[in-house]
RNA sequence: GGGGCUGUAGCUCAGUUGGUUAGAGCUGGGGACUCAUAAUCCCUAGGUCGCGGGUUCAAGUCCUGCCAGCCCUACCA
């Protein structure tokens, strides 16, 4: 039976280009997609930009352009990045059009109707040069529990949290302005009379990753719901709230909207109904997002959808983060990669292949290695699939395909038969799995032609069929491996398909061998990864991150990140830095803290019987049996402090934003225990 | 502290509802072949399945305690 299916990923936003993180996700999807296409069934893949919000109108405002221009040029941009990795949807949109403004006022009065919406003023800074209140991320200033300058505007280097109208002395990152409190008229949903219904919604017919579902209910559903706050006060981009001028919708509140908006939009380019897609039983509605955005589309989604009577996804599948070389992406280290750059380097079926070789359902975080990206490709793509066709395809130009399909040992059969456990675990997104099935085939067929010595054929005129056979046998293989691969190398496929001179379109047709006809010239299909291509890559990653240094800077390649993370402190005068008496002080003993996840428990001593206790967050990045003998800086006339663990009656002087980069001061040799540093 | 997940050969991972000597690929070592993109094929090395208990005729597989790692959340001079 055919089915009728919607698949969405994610809105990238139009703030930045595609890089190689978004990848995972539109790589995955696409696939699937493809996958659905193949099997026959009616499958719709949509896509927009995410367009609205203050970061966007900051930005344009930067540039001196409209948000529209803004937008139009990165929507431009990411539909080509897409694009030059096979990536196909059917319609790609914006969330800036007018169905999903018509859509978000639907939604709006269906909430409204239910009576979910509640109104509240909040007390929020304001930025009075900006013209414009401030989200959290947009002010800093000095942290109102331990006085560190300079921090976030809702938590502070050392781990405190605290709401940005408790900061000391804050300042808006848009104007250098001082913010004022206003007073802001703010909507929200009343989520927690939805909780029965999401709480069975979670619970129910698989629609989530087991380890997702827990994680809601551990984390959400167990308690009341807080009330979402959907509204922003001008100015603001995005569509304002009919009913309450001067208020606009979150940008979370229309993103997800988009994907009934840019259904909308295909439909009447298509000529068919919305409803037709969104409103009705027979069609299943898939949702392809990062772990990040989990409770938005788990929570908030589902309970507008409900609410607004539209059909719920039959499954949000969840996907986890890229790291490459075992790391975060990282500008500095050129990992960061602009898809862009790469699609300037090396061949985008590489990628697809490197991802689907690691997906599987898990909200897992997924590692592209460089050597093993490499090693993959050519071992498995290049070694084993593409040289089955390129080691009979001289042959095969000139004795075509047998009528009748040789005896091969079973090798077709057992692929047939592997076939419908292979489209298994496409369907259930285990592309790993899939893949690792496939490469079992792949790996029977080289020995077949290995045994059946072809070349030795080939200079007996006698031999002339058997040699036939063995070019039918192994064209017959890599066709099938080529259609199983087809969602993940569609470009593979096309050769293939040009090659044989018979379109890919249906799994079908790898049921059945291809017989009886002539072959073409055979053209090599794929290239061996050159590392030194991803070498460049990552050169011109770096590149980018950071054009505008100096010279010696350019030899350190410092980035700009730290400051920019942290910007410079207000002027002091001698007499403030006096105040605080930095001493030289040898770690005496060192050890972990029962029960703390960050501290370390130091004896710090200043020579003599002078000694002091401090902890200090430092545990994810120095071994306890490292730093005793060591010499440190510390704040020696801190007022001591009461912890949960002890009193910590200093603190030791160390650089970095926390966690595992934290690097604490030392001191030339020579310097002793006691001596103040000035 | 609370919640989630993970821990199987050097590396990346498989191991179905518990059932004979724990598997694959890659890497390493040895050999063969030459059709093929230094591709391929054959042979070989290698693991007290994180650790300790328990249930069972039988546990990598179930239960429990501990240890380590990652993520979320709170706390954290």
Request: include cysteine; glycine fraction near 8%.
């Amino acid at each position: 039976m055919q089915r009728k299916i919607l698949v969405t990923s994610a809105l990238p936003y139009a703030n930045g280009p595609i890089h190689i993180g978004h990848l995972v996700e539109y790589i995955q999807t696409d696939i699937w997609v493809r996958f659905q296409k193949l099997r026959g069934n009616k499958c719709l893949y949509l896509c927009a930009d995410d367009t609205h919000g203050t970061a966007i109108m900051i930005r344009a405002k930067k540039e001196g352009r409209s948000e529209e221009d803004l937008i139009a040029s990165m929507s431009e941009s990411h539909q080509k990045d897409f694009a030059g990795f096979g990536i196909e949807f059917d319609h790609y949109g914006s969330t800036n059009s007018d169905e999903n403004r018509k859509l978000c006022g639907q939604f709006w009065q269906s909430l409204r109707d239910a009576d979910l919406i509640t109104e509240r003023s909040i007390e929020q800074l304001y930025d009075p040069e900006a013209n414009t209140f401030l989200a959290d991320r947009f002010v800093r200033g000095t942290c109102p529990k331990c006085g560190l300058l300079d921090q976030a505007g809702d938590n502070c280097n050392c781990g405190h949290t605290y709401s940005p109208t408790e900061l000391i002395d804050p300042k808006s990152t848009l104007s250098g302005a001082t913010p004022v409190l206003k007073n802001a008229k703010h909507l929200f949903v009343e989520l927690e009379q939805l909780r029965g219904f999401l709480t069975q919604w979670v619970d129910s017919e698989d629609s989530l990753q087991t380890e997702v579902a827990n994680y809601l209910k551990g984390h959400f559903l167990g308690d009341e719901l807080r009330d979402w706050d959907v509204s922003r006060p001008s100015p603001y981009f995005g569509f304002e709230i009919p009913d309450a001028p001067g208020n606009y919708w979150y940008v979370w509140f229309d993103a997800p909207i988009g994907y009934i908006a840019t259904t909308e939009q295909w439909c009447k380019a298509n000529n068919q109904t919305l409803d037709d897609w969104w409103k009705n039983k027979d069609c299943e509605i898939h949702h392809f997002i990062g772990k990040d955005i989990t409770y938005f589309h788990t929570l908030f989604w589902p309970g507008m959808l409900k609410t607004a009577g539209y059909s719920l996804p039959k499954k949000v599948h969840i996907h986890g983060f890229l790291t490459v070389n075992g790391e975060k992406m990282s500008k500095s280290k050129g990992t960061f990669i602009a898809a862009e750059t790469y699609l300037n380097q090396t061949n985008p079926s590489y990628l697809r292949y490197f991802y689907a070789s690691k997906l599987s359902q898990r909200v897992e975080d997924i590692d592209l290695g460089i050597e093993e990206f490499a090693r993959k490709v050519n071992t498995d793509l290049v070694g084993k699939v593409v040289n089955l066709a390129s080691r009979v395809g001289k042959f095969a130009k000139q004795t075509g395909l047998a009528e009748v399909y040789p005896d091969d040992g079973g090798l077709f059969e057992n692929a047939v038969a592997a076939g419908d456990e292979i489209a298994s675990a496409y369907e259930t997104c285990d592309y790993a799995r899939a893949i690792r099935r496939i490469m079992e085939l792949a790996d029977a067929a080289n020995p077949f032609v290995e045994h059946a010595k072809p070349w030795e054929m080939k200079k007996d005129p006698d031999r002339q069929d058997e040699l036939r056979d063995v070019c039918t046998v192994a064209l017959n293989l890599f066709r099938q491996l080529t259609i199983y691969l087809s969602p993940v190398l569609p470009d593979l496929a096309t050769q293939c398909s040009e090659w044989l001179d018979e379109p890919i379109k249906s799994w079908e047709q790898s049921r059945t061998p291809l017989l009886g006809t002539q072959v073409g010239a055979f053209r090599r299909m794929l290239d061996r990864v050159q590392i030194e291509d991803l070498e460049k890559m990552i050169e011109d990653s770096k590149a980018e991150s950071d054009e505008t240094t100096s010279d010696v800077a350019k030899q350190f390649q410092d980035s700009d990140q730290p400051l920019k993370d942290e910007p410079l402190a207000d002027e002091i005068g001698i007499e403030d830095f006096a105040k605080v008496d930095l001493r030289v002080a040898r770690v005496i003993s060192a050890e972990h803290v029962p029960d703390a996840n960050k501290l370390l428990k130091l004896e710090l001593s200043l020579g003599g019987d002078e000694t002091r206790q401090v902890f200090a967050g430092i545990k994810a990045a120095y071994e306890p049996e490292k730093l005793v003998g060591r010499l440190v800086v510390m704040v020696a006339n801190l007022k001591p402090r009461k912890m949960r663990f002890g009193l910590s009656e200093g603190m030791v002087t160390a650089a970095g934003p926390g966690g595992e980069d934290v690097f604490i001061l030392g001191i030339d040799e020579g310097a002793k225990p006691g001596q103040r540093v000035h």
